[in-house]
């Protein structure tokens, strides 16, 4: 059963700390994406990877850091320097750039809160 | 600078009858136009998608309109379930953007159906 998982689904920080959120998709696709939703606004981008060690920065990505080592996973890091770190987290894949106009498949989230 | 809008937060409809959720966008860009679908505490289930190339694209009960002199496509949904009661997103992309399905999301629209 394909599919994107994120872990965890919730996630709590004390201030000060960095936090890796998890992303691991098994639908062979090349890009991943994550994205943050504050409520009442629209998803936006912070990190993308159109392929194995290589990822671009999003309209968002200042107190955040990515790496891309293997092609199924994606995982976010959350750093200190994130100074509004609450928010839900959602990681998406596509197909990749050799295909034009492919949607994003996006998994179930994760809850980030600060204690 | 918003480049997607979705100008009414909410919509409320009967069951049985056509919901038509809008949405407009400024960058003339944009080429690939999406609808999500998104439930609380659950990432977003692609919907349906349009190219620039058409101007209607229709998948069992969701259709969605394009006007691209009008920089405006809409999502009609009928007939409207209880079931269809989430929020929806409209989402862009445009070519050459630094990812290939590089996402640009409006605000959302939240659809209630009555029963």
């Known amino acids: 059963d394909g599919g994107i998982t994120q872990s965890p689904k919730y996630l709590f ?35 993308y990877s159109q392929i194995v060690n290589d990822f671009q920065k999003g309209d968002i990505a200042e107190g955040y850091s990515v790496s ?32 034009s106009n492919q949607p994003q498949h996006f998994g179930d989230g994760t809850r980030l809160s600060i204690l | 600078d918003q480049q997607v809008k979705q100008n009414s937060p909410s919509l409320s409809v009967q069951e049985g009858r056509i919901s038509i959720l809008n949405c407009d966008y400024t960058n003339s860009m944009f080429d690939y136009f999406l609808w999500y679908k998104k439930y609380p505490a659950e990432g977003p289930t692609f919907l349906i998608s349009i190219s620039s190339i058409k101007d209607k694209n229709e998948d069992g009960r969701f259709t969605v309109f394009l006007n691209k002199s009008a920089k405006h496509l809409s999502l009609h949904i009928v007939p409207s379930q209880p079931g269809d009661s989430a929020v929806y997103f409209c989402a862009a992309s445009a070519p050459f953007s630094g990812a290939n399905s590089k996402l640009t999301f409006g605000k959302g629209i939240t659809l209630s159906v009555r029963p």
């Not at chain 1, 700390?17 to 009442?40: F, I, K």
């Open chain 1, 13 to 47: 920080r004390k201030e000060g700390q960095n936090v890796t959120l998890s992303c691991e998709q098994n639908l062979n696709h090349d890009a991943m994406y994550w994205y943050r939703q504050d409520p009442g606004q629209g998803l936006r981008l912070i990190y």
């Open chain 1, 68 to 99: 891309r080592e293997k092609k199924e996973s994606f995982p976010l890091t959350v750093t200190s320097a994130q100074k509004n770190p609450t928010a839900f987290y959602l990681c998406a894949s596509s197909i990749g750039q050799q295909y």
